[in-house]
């Protein structure tokens, strides 16, 4: 168990509520000509942990900026627990946030950091000192008040920031990138440590990040975002193992595509022709026609190099190739596969032993199941 999860089994409660419902209904923000949010509309459930995916620029942290009243919707409205807010201050909204850069005041002490917005709502000197101390236990920084920001590690300086935006006890946190700055072993290890704090206090949290991993470990929900709009929104297993666009299939995760035309519906499966690796077939998928041009997705660890036919299960598609790269990345190799018709796969192997071993310019023959590729 981790420092931030005993503190918050010894707190009170107080700290904490159910998390509000949020609905974003058509929301659009526009710069001039340049369209930063495109008709995005996202129902969010109380308590839940739903996290903004996409690249710089796909209009994730406007999005969250909105919410959080420090950007005004072009057209459309956004309501918490019912009630429309898009005209409403950001100080009169009760919503929690944390940026990227933490945003503490270094001229105050993080005791004074964290009574801050308590102080900005009157609350009594008493009142103010027990919920900053409880909040500050919640993170596992009891007796740190007295420090000063610049005396403290990133880590450190996050979690007190995320005191910050807990102590006025908000249904709703907001947190713009709060990992970003972080070493690898550190953003890993506060992940866990968000993310129990969100189920030991079950408010609701929208989270924006570009970073996939992050947004797998943490996650209730994924909206995947590009030029402005949700491409796909769903659980992270949804995302990853039934990407809906390419795009999708590109951003979260590694996938390889095949260009194909169908050439029947076979009742539960797709029938498609890949140039010059022959007949491929992929689960069935709404709207397809015979003749339609498709791209086939399949996620390079579903792929698998075999010796030869003898004993291969119906349900798998396989394909011969030459081997075209090898890289050795730890637990596993990374092989580059060209394919007749100048397709192209990556697969990856675990390293370990009785796993069979290709060198490049090696011919392989690789199979995958017809369950874990996609027709996108």
Same mark, same amino acid.
Request: net charge negative; aromatic share 6%; with cysteine.
């Given at each position: 168990m981790t420092d931030m999860d005993q503190a918050t089994y010894a707190v009170s409660g107080a700290i904490g509520s159910l998390g509000a419902r949020v609905i974003f209904d058509r929301i659009e923000k526009r710069y001039g000509s340049v369209v930063a949010v495109d008709d995005v509309s996202l129902d969010i459930s109380p308590g839940e942990f739903i996290t903004l995916l996409g690249p710089s620029g796909s209009g994730k942290t406007t999005t969250l900026m909105m919410l959080a009243g420090f950007e005004i919707p072009t057209?459309?409205?956004? #309501?918490?627990? *019912?009630?429309?807010?898009? =005209?409403?201050?950001? #100080?009169?909204?009760?919503?929690? &946030?944390? +940026?990227?850069n933490y945003a503490l005041?270094?001229? &105050?002490?993080?005791?004074?950091?964290? $009574? +801050?917005? %308590?102080? &900005?709502?009157?609350m009594s000197k008493a009142e103010i000192t027990r919920q900053s101390g409880e909040?500050?236990? !919640?993170?596992? !920084?009891?007796?740190?008040?007295?420090? #000063?920001? @610049?005396?403290?590690?990133?880590?450190?300086?996050?979690?007190? /920031?995320v005191a910050r935006a807990l102590v006025f006890n908000p249904r709703?946190?907001?947190?713009?990138?709060? %990992?970003?700055? %972080?070493?690898?072993?550190?953003?890993?290890?506060?992940?866990?440590?968000?993310? =129990?704090?969100? *189920?030991?206090?079950?408010?609701?949290?929208?989270y924006v990040t570009h970073d996939q991993e992050e947004a797998l470990?943490?996650?209730?929900?994924? =909206?995947?975002?590009?030029?402005? @709009?949700?491409?796909?929104?769903?659980?992270?297993?949804? %995302? #990853?193992?039934?990407?809906?666009?390419? +795009?999708?299939?590109?951003?979260?995760?590694?996938?390889?595509?095949i260009d194909a035309v169908? *050439?029947?519906?076979?009742?539960? /499966?797709?029938?498609?022709? $890949?140039?010059?690796?022959?007949?491929?077939r992929a689960p069935m998928r709404s709207g397809l026609t015979a003749g339609a041009p498709v791209m086939l997705t399949v996620r390079p660890e579903k792929i698998v190099a075999v010796g030869d *036919?003898?004993?291969?299960?119906a349900d798998m598609n396989v394909v011969t190739g030459?081997?075209?790269?090898?890289?050795?990345?730890?637990?596993m190799r990374r092989y580059v596969v060209v394919l007749p018709g100048a397709q192209r796969l990556v697969l990856k192997a675990q390293n370990r032993r009785g796993v069979q071993g290709f060198a490049r310019g090696d011919p392989i023959r690789v199979c995958w199941n017809v369950d874990d590729c996609r027709i996108v």
């Open positions: 057209a459309g409205e956004i #309501y918490v627990d *019912e009630d429309p807010i898009a =005209a409403v201050p950001p #100080y009169r909204r009760n919503i929690g &946030m944390v +940026f990227q005041f270094p001229h &105050m002490t993080v005791g004074e950091n964290i $009574a +801050f917005p %308590l102080q &900005m709502r009157k909040v500050l236990d !919640l993170v596992g !920084l009891p007796g740190y008040e007295g420090r #000063y920001p @610049r005396q403290l590690s990133g880590g450190q300086q996050q979690r007190v /920031a709703v946190l907001l947190m713009d990138e709060p %990992l970003g700055a %972080l070493d690898k072993q550190l953003r890993e290890h506060l992940q866990l440590e968000i993310k =129990a704090l969100h *189920e030991q206090l079950g408010v609701t949290i929208i470990v943490m996650s209730d929900r994924i =909206a995947v975002m590009n030029n402005g @709009r949700i491409e796909q929104c769903g659980r992270p297993t949804e %995302l #990853y193992d039934e990407p809906s666009t390419r +795009f999708v299939a590109t951003f979260i995760g590694e996938s390889n595509f169908v *050439e029947r519906l076979d009742g539960t /499966a797709v029938c498609v022709e $890949a140039p010059g690796l022959g007949e491929l *036919e003898n004993g291969m299960a030459t081997v075209d790269d090898v890289v050795f990345v730890g637990e």
